[in-house]
């Protein structure tokens, strides 16, 4: 399987037009709302170009910064007046228990070596501090009931078949199943819903 980190730096500029789409600007905003009260450090983990990162400094100010491996789609978050860092997610350059929430909107299951991921992402958060990601939901009925209802929206549905075809290629999450890699990991979960139509999952668990 291609590197992700290669694939994503070639596709920055398409994949930043693409996204910047009401509906995955809802879900982004949807997530930042789901941040420990009172949250004042966060690292939006894989920001691509920023489109979760806006939601989240719109909820906290200053202290959310955005980090990613691709430096194409860093500059393209920097265009944006973003704070962004070049990070690997397999070793994270922040100190232990120093953050509020970690975010990851589709990313976990771009990586090779998740449980290595979300330990680090344990390492970072305080005690209470939350683990937030959106991540593409396991099944072709699931499948077939998002893309039949992003249908109403064309250029959403397009942006979803693309998501939905990466995620074929990289891997998708059962509800279960992404339940025992957070909690493998030392974390609880609060919720696992069901976001984007059914093609997503959205998971917040706390250390
Ligand atoms: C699907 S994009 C999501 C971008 C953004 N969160 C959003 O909501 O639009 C996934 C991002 O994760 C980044 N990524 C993948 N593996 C990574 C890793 N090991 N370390 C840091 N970033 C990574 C990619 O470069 C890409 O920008």
Request: charged share 20%; proline share 5%.
């Amino acid at each position: 399987m291609l590197h992700s980190g290669a694939l994503f730096d070639a596709v920055a500029l398409p994949y930043d037009l693409l996204t910047r789409h009401p509906v995955w600007e809802r879900h982004c905003a949807l997530m930042a709302g789901r941040l420990p009260r009172g949250a004042k450090r966060v690292l939006d983990l894989g920001c691509g170009p920023g489109n979760s990162t806006v939601h989240l400094r719109r909820a906290v100010g200053s202290g959310a910064l955005g980090g990613d491996y691709a430096m194409s789609m860093l500059r393209r978050a920097r265009r944006r007046a973003l704070p962004v860092v070049c990070l690997d997610a397999g070793t994270l350059p922040v100190r232990d228990a120093s953050l509020d929430a970690v975010t990851m909107h589709s990313v976990l299951y771009l990586l090779r070596d998740q449980p290595g991921a979300l330990a680090e992402v344990r390492r970072v958060l305080r005690p209470g501090g939350r683990a937030l990601l959106l991540e593409p939901q396991a099944g072709h009925l699931n499948t077939a009931r998002g893309l039949a209802r992003a249908l109403r929206t064309p250029l959403w549905a397009g942006v979803a078949l693309l998501w939905r075809t990466m995620s074929a290629l990289y891997g998708r999450f059962t509800p279960e199943r992404l339940r025992a890699a957070l909690e493998s990991a030392g974390l609880r979960v609060l919720t696992i819903d069901e976001t984007l139509g059914g093609l997503g999952l959205l998971a917040v668990a706390e250390r």
